[in-house]
T-cell receptor, first 114, second 112 residues
């Protein structure tokens, strides 16, 4: 079975500053990894995904994430945040190849301060 | 707009009652997932269906049940409701298990 750990439950950051949201996973097999974003009063939407290939993955809204197999991490980064990035971010993992349950982390609330 | 629809958007009911939440997946998606999101428990996976068959079960209470119909829409039934069942219930769909999921806008259930 796989698991996901999002160490930071809340991350405050000033507008236009860089941010990194941390995600570590545990799995005995190779994995697919996802980041989802949930804006207030909305459902989750996919930010980016890693299935295979380049370990640096670019997503929507200027976010990117780097898959690090040795560190079992998939941290999400943005070089300059905007007020509109205030939301909750969820990391998710599933064994590669599909056909398996997806496990979500507990979420990180990003608060962008003007 | 994810293409996943959920009804109703809001539901207020009393303890002990039974409710049904409905979800229509994106066109072409065979897999449907149900999640419960509350302030104290976070996002909890409840159950997953693929093309009408139950595929995976998470932290779903015995008072809760779900099904997926031949037209692929799904219903989540919650019975003998308790105050603690108040939460946002999300439905998501995907092409198949393990691929990116597309979430609906959710149903906010309030049990009084």
């Amino acid at each position: 079975a796989q698991s996901v750990t999002q160490l930071d439950s809340q991350v405050p950051v000033f507008e236009e500053a860089p941010v990194e949201l941390r995600c570590n996973y545990s799995s005995s097999v190779s994995v697919y990894l996802f980041w989802y974003v949930q804006y207030p009063n909305q459902g989750l939407q996919l930010l980016l995904k890693y299935l295979s290939g380049s370990t640096l993955v670019k997503g929507i809204n200027g976010f990117e994430a780097e898959f690090n197999k040795s560190q079992t991490s998939f941290h999400l980064r943005k070089p300059s945040v905007h007020i509109s990035d205030t939301a909750e971010y969820f990391c998710a993992v599933t064994p590669s190849g599909g056909y398996q349950k997806v496990t979500f982390g507990t979420g990180t609330k990003l608060q962008v301060i003007p | 707009d994810s293409g996943v629809t959920q009804t109703p958007k809001h539901l207020i009911t009393a303890t002990g009652q039974r409710v049904t939440l409905r979800c229509s997946p994106r066109s072409g998606d065979l897999s449907v997932y149900w999640y419960q999101q509350s302030l104290d428990q976070g996002l909890q996976f409840l159950i997953q269906y693929y093309n009408g068959e139950e595929r995976a079960k998470g932290n779903i209470l015995e008072r809760f049940s779900a099904q997926q119909f031949p037209d692929l829409h799904s219903e989540l039934n919650l019975s003998s409701l308790e105050l603690g069942d108040s939460a946002l219930y999300f439905c998501a769909s995907s092409v198949d298990q393990g691929y990116e999921q597309y979430f609906g806008p959710g149903t906010r259930l309030t049990v009084t």
